[in-house]
């Protein structure tokens, strides 16, 4: 890790864990079509207990339900229209009302109007306790003018700066995620670079930083180091997983596995 001011703490970042696997939260994810099965099973491996609900006549309950069992909301635009952002804003407004976490992704912000003026939208009527992005995404929740390449992060900009100045903006912890994670609560950050490049070719790999964003605050009621921890560990488990694979698709199996088996000495 390299920081200005923190270093994880390995103790904290195992306590985590282990009340991940002990408590098994609900985390409730709105997210897209395309990640739902891993973002799913990475949840599951974690320890963490996943629901994909995104009907705007459940919503409601589900996130009431995730309230009781000390969960999380996860919020990802990913295959957006507009059903889904109906069942986003009534989520997110029962969310504030039981004090579930929001952890937000702004999959493709900047790449459409559409996409960024629903976040703008989403992110003022409900505030998050955690957004995370690449780092193109999270600039353009700060400027109209930044373009994003698909889904995927644009060259150019300031990722650490564009992170503080986005956490100050929303009044949340902020993870402009790539090779480094830059990670800031408006006052305090923290780099972190843990991870392979081999992630970057699965699919997906940044939405299930999300959400297992979201099992983290849901046991962590620190939002900068339930964000801290999450992305460390999920780092680790690429690196472990990378030195077993052939590719993209066993990485992502062998990421699963990593996940699962994760330990305190592995931490250390």
């Not at 009534?90 to 702004?106: K, L, N, S």
Request: aromatic share 4%; glycine share 10%.
């Amino acid at each position: 890790m390299d920081t200005h001011e923190p270093l994880i703490n390995t103790e904290a970042l195992w306590q985590d864990i282990a009340a991940i696997r002990q408590k098994r939260p609900l985390v409730h994810n709105i997210t897209n079509y395309v990640v739902m099965n891993s973002t799913a099973n990475a949840l599951l491996a974690l320890g963490a207990s996943p629901v994909m609900a995104h009907s705007v006549d459940e919503v409601e309950d589900m996130v009431s339900l995730a309230g009781m069992l000390g969960g999380a909301l996860v919020i990802n635009i990913g295959t957006l229209s507009k059903p889904w952002i109906a069942a986003m804003e009534v989520g997110m407004a029962a969310a504030r009302q039981h004090r579930v976490p929001i952890v937000f992704d702004p999959v493709g912000a900047g790449a459409t109007g559409f996409r960024t003026d629903t976040c703008k939208r989403l992110l003022a009527a409900s505030p998050a306790a955690v957004i995370r992005g690449n780092g193109s995404e999270i600039m353009a929740l700060l400027d109209d003018s930044v373009q994003t390449k698909g889904v995927d992060a644009a060259a150019g900009g300031d990722p650490a700066a564009a992170a503080r100045a986005c956490a100050q903006a929303y009044g949340c912890v902020v993870c402009a995620s790539g090779a480094v994670d830059y990670i800031s609560d408006g006052a305090t950050d923290l780099h972190n670079r843990s991870g392979h490049p081999l992630m970057a070719r699965v699919t997906g790999m940044g939405c299930t930083a999300t959400a297992i964003i979201g099992a983290f605050a849901a046991v962590n009621a620190n939002a900068f180091e339930a964000t801290a921890h999450a992305m460390a560990a999920m780092g680790l488990a690429g690196e472990l997983a990378a030195s077993q694979a052939a590719g993209p698709g066993s990485l992502q199996l062998h990421f699963y596995d990593a996940l699962y088996n994760l330990n305190k000495e592995q931490l250390i």
